[in-house]
């Protein structure tokens, strides 16, 4: 067997400790291991299936409702984070929704 040794970069974990930024090491190449972040992969898909079914977009434009589902989930508030969006949490400033559109709504230049 092979075992292979984690090393864990002492400037990143300073950051974090100062950050108050709780780190928990998984295996590389398992994503299964963390449920959070599987939840929301699975939330983003399902939300990318239902706009390219209701606006009939083909699938092989599924790169740009990937990016607007994305785009939403980041300026939604969340449960982990209390009254706020990921975007006012990265900014420091609540988010600019009014350029937002329904997906594959006739745009003009």
């Known amino acids: ?3 292979k040794i984690f090393v864990i970069n002492p400037e990143s974990q300073d950051i974090c ?3 108050r930024i709780t780190r928990h090491i998984t295996a590389p ?17 399902e939300m990318t ?9 083909p699938n092989y434009l599924w790169g740009e409702p990937v990016r607007h589902a994305t785009n939403l989930f980041n300026r939604v508030a ?7 969006t990921p975007y006012e949490v990265f900014k420091g400033r609540r988010p600019n929704i009014e350029h937002l559109r329904v997906f594959g709504c ?3 230049a």
Request: cysteine-free; charged content about 25%.
């Open 1 to 3: 067997m092979n075992f």
């Open 17 to 19: 400790d100062k950050s």
């Open 29 to 45: 190449y398992s994503p299964q291991q963390n449920g959070v972040v599987e939840r929301r992969n699975r939330n983003l898909l």
């Open 49 to 57: 299936i239902s706009i390219m079914k209701h606006m009939d977009v």
């Open 78 to 84: 969340i449960r982990s984070l209390v009254k706020q």
């Open 106 to 108: 006739i745009g003009y």
